[in-house]
């Protein structure tokens, strides 16, 4: 049967054309063309067949959601919104807010430390010496793909995670603070738990803090992580605190 419009193709292959168009272009291009196209590109039925498509979610999920057209975008931005986490790009991304001792040094990861560390990518971490050391980040979420209808309506959760570790032979303290900033640079939300202290002749392990911003105001743009510390007992070198593998990631985690 010849088609001289394509809307008089059936709706069922309308929806399977949309369901290949990426996402931005089917709000931004295709749903203003006429009322048909907007109905269809509004259908829950699109998005959760775009989420199948892209291996967001299986055939037979069974979760609720709320709104499958933020779904899929939060899902397809999901990531580390930190860069270089794992200091596999030396101290770049980062800026050394304070650099005291033998200031931040960059090492690798042992054998023994590999195998006890979760994550089996991670190969290197950043160390602090015997004065104060904090690096921090900021991550501007509009430059990251997240608008600001998104973050002001949706809210989504905001998940943050670091690792840190001591050192068996020396005692250290480890500190931690994100901040949800406005625009302006204004404070929206803080968490900022008390500093991590470690005796000497610890065992060393590697401890995982993780915290998750839910139901906060409007107008988050962005997103500042600091962390560092000092070693308690003043040892010249790099005896302080040792971190790595941290992330800021916002929305639904990927299974």
Partial sequence: MAVGNINELPENILLELFRHVPARQLLLRCRPVCSLWRDLIDLVTLWKRKCVLEGFITEDWDQPVADWKIFYFLRSLHRNLLHNPCAEEGFEFWSLDVNGGDEWKVEDLSGDQRKEFPNAQVKKYFVTSYYTCLK?????????????????????????????????????????????LSSAHVPLG??????????????????????????????????????????????????????????????????
């Avoid at 509009?142 to 005692?171: H, N, Q, S």
């Avoid at 070693?231 to 929305?251: C, E, F, K, L, Q």
Wanted: glycine fraction near 8%; aromatic fraction near 14%.
């Fill in 190 to 255: 803080t968490f900022q738990p008390d500093p991590a202290t470690i005796q000497q002749k610890s065992d060393a392990k590697w401890r995982e803090v993780s915290h998750t911003f839910s139901n906060y105001p409007p107008g988050v743009r962005y997103i500042w992580f600091q962390h560092g510390g000092v070693d308690t007992h003043y040892w010249a070198g790099w005896y302080g605190p040792r971190v790595t593998n941290s992330s800021i990631t916002i929305g639904p985690p990927m299974h």
């Fill in 136 to 180: 921090s980040q900021v991550v501007d979420l509009k430059a990251e793909g997240y608008w600001e209808e998104l973050m002001d309506t949706t809210r989504p959760d905001i998940e943050v995670k670091d690792w840190f570790a001591a050192r068996r032979d020396c005692g250290s303290k480890y500190q931690l603070c994100v901040q949800l």
